[in-house]
């Protein structure tokens, strides 16, 4: 999901999909850790994903953009 189209979600709904990324994240390093992750670079694309909602939310904060 680009950041401009998070931009257009309300504050509640990004809540939840940070929610949903930190769980996912979370979900990928177990599997890595005992051997079962077929693709490491989705934990990548998480973190990835999970920074743009961070950085939203923290414009919306500050009153930037």
Do not use: N, W, Y
Request: aromatic share 2%; proline share 3%; no cysteine.
């Amino acid at each position: 999901m680009k950041a401009s189209e998070l931009r257009e979600l309300t504050p509640d709904e990004l809540r939840q999909k940070e929610e949903e990324l930190a769980d996912q994240l979370f979900a990928l390093r177990l599997q890595k850790s005992i051997g079962q992750l077929e693709k490491p670079s989705r934990i990548r694309k998480a973190r990835v994903e999970l920074a743009r909602v961070l950085t939203v939310r923290r414009e919306r904060a500050t009153g930037t953009t």
